[in-house]
């Protein structure tokens, strides 16, 4: 049975992986990091301005209400219909920050959600490598939890792959 941990005003988007959620106050840039990703990076929608946490089977799953399912707001254009997937297992939250307040070094951060240690970024949506650095946090930090030594190993497979 599904449980309904939260809904946020953010952005999910997803691998065959998991997903991300992006989470930012409003114009923080969470539409237009999410549409990089899915443009450049092989990412799916799963949910703009609205993002649903159910804790179902033992898993936090990132899902979008109804009314909205497959639409994603993109200023100067409008609403844009996408490819999107129902649901994502959460593997990793993106808080986009100002670019002053986006660490150099990050400390190994969670966010604890049910039980469930999801790793946890601050980044800014508007610096020109975002979406790259979401898409490497994701392939190494979101699947496999901050390293030990700090660094992220990228010698066996840095590319996500594309659907």
Not at 27 to 54: E, M, N
Not at 135 to 158: K, M, R, V, Y
Request: hydrophobic share 45%.
């Amino acid at each position: 049975m599904a449980t309904d941990i939260a809904s946020h005003f953010a952005s999910a988007v997803s691998w065959p992986e998991g997903g991300v959620l992006l989470r930012g106050a409003s114009g923080s840039g969470k539409s237009d990091l999410a549409l990089h990703l899915i443009r450049r990076h092989g990412a799916r929608l799963v949910a703009d301005d609205r993002v649903q946490i159910d804790h179902v089977d033992e898993q936090l799953y990132l899902s979008c209400p109804k009314a909205i399912i497959g639409l994603i707001e993109v200023r100067g254009l409008g609403l844009l219909k996408l490819p999107h997937d129902v649901k994502a297992v959460l593997k990793l939250i993106v808080e986009i920050v100002p670019i002053e307040d986006m660490p150099r070094l990050p400390e190994p951060n969670y966010e604890m959600i049910e039980g469930h240690s999801i790793p946890k970024l601050r980044l800014s949506a508007f610096d020109v490598s975002a979406g790259e650095r979401i898409a490497l946090a994701f392939q190494t930090i979101g699947l496999n939890g901050f390293p030990e030594d700090g660094i992220l190993d990228l010698t066996h497979n840095s590319e996500i792959k594309n659907k």
